[in-house]
């Protein structure tokens, strides 16, 4: 217990959602799982979890996107345009707000994941990181100076396109651009390539060499904004196959090329490195999300 004050963080997914009450990994009093059916049962379902519990202080909400973060729109706080079914244009933050009258924090899921591994994980004292999800999706949270990186909207690196590797011509399986990092890397990306889910295929099948030179490149990419001390990679596809680190490691050198020579880069290994509060990132960076809210408000 800490006599810092209660937050309400939410994260909003695709599949369930994830509630949690507490202030932080060494304090959680509640946690609560909502299948992600309709906005208008999920929703409910998840203000029914915040009256049950009352007490706190704000409410952070780490959301699946795109979402709308630009406080000067009539749209901020919303679901975008999404292919999750019946979920496009989907206020939340205006809706929590009015009903329970606290400051409310918004922003993506993978921000949300980035600002708890900041603050509590494996990028703890670094001010400057990434966090990459590798799943269903790829996605990148951006922090610079303790604070996510956003302009006109999130980053949406996911959809980079990288340098292809020499030989593969697969097609990719982004609906959108095929080959992006998303289209080539992901776990619906490797389960179309290769037939097999990713979990299921052998560390020896050819498969996993361009899979990792995409996510190679996006981290190259990441590296070459000059931003992030350290970037740390979580999702399904990563975190459920460990032998993807060294080969994901072994590309990015090879497309450095010794280019940037700094002390975090010296070691790969102690660069890009797997997230340390797993599953439960996304919830507490929801969490964060509503104590900058209440500090802010």
Request: proline share 8%; net charge negative.
């Amino acid at each position: 217990m800490t006599d810092a004050p209660l937050i309400a963080g939410l994260e909003l997914g695709g599949t369930k959602c994830i509630a949690l009450l507490g202030t932080g990994p060494d304090d959680v009093q509640d946690e609560r799982r909502i299948p992600t059916t309709t906005p208008a049962e999920t929703l409910a379902a998840l203000e029914a979890v915040l009256d049950g519990w009352g007490g706190f202080a704000a409410i952070g909400v780490a959301s699946f996107g795109p979402v709308s973060l630009d406080p000067h729109t009539s749209d901020y706080g919303s679901i975008t345009v999404t292919t999750k079914p019946g979920w496009a244009h989907t206020d939340i933050v205006r809706r929590l707000r009015a009903r329970f009258e606290v400051p409310v924090g918004f922003h993506t899921d993978v921000v949300g994941a980035a600002l708890a591994e900041g603050q509590w994980g494996a990028a703890a004292g670094l001010a400057d990181h990434a966090y990459v999800t590798v799943g269903t999706g790829i996605g990148v949270g951006l922090i610079a100076g303790d604070a996510a990186v956003q302009g006109m909207t999130h980053p949406e690196l996911g959809h980079f396109r990288p340098h292809r590797l020499r030989g593969d011509e697969w097609s990719g399986a982004c609906p959108f651009h095929g080959d992006c990092c998303e289209g080539l890397a992901s776990g619906p990306a490797i389960a179309a390539r290769t037939g097999v889910a990713a979990p299921d295929l052998p560390a020896d099948h050819p498969a996993w060499l361009p899979t990792a030179h995409a996510i190679a490149q996006l981290c190259a990419a990441l590296v070459l904004t000059g931003v992030p001390r350290r970037i740390v990679i979580g999702g399904g596809v990563m975190v459920g196959t460990p032998h993807l680190f060294p080969r994901v490691r072994k590309a990015l050198g090879d497309t450095l090329g010794g280019y940037l020579v700094t002390p975090e880069l010296a070691d790969l290994d102690t660069y890009l490195v797997p997230p340390r509060l797993g599953n439960r990132a996304g919830p507490l960076g929801a969490i964060v999300l509503g104590a900058q809210a209440l500090a802010g408000s």
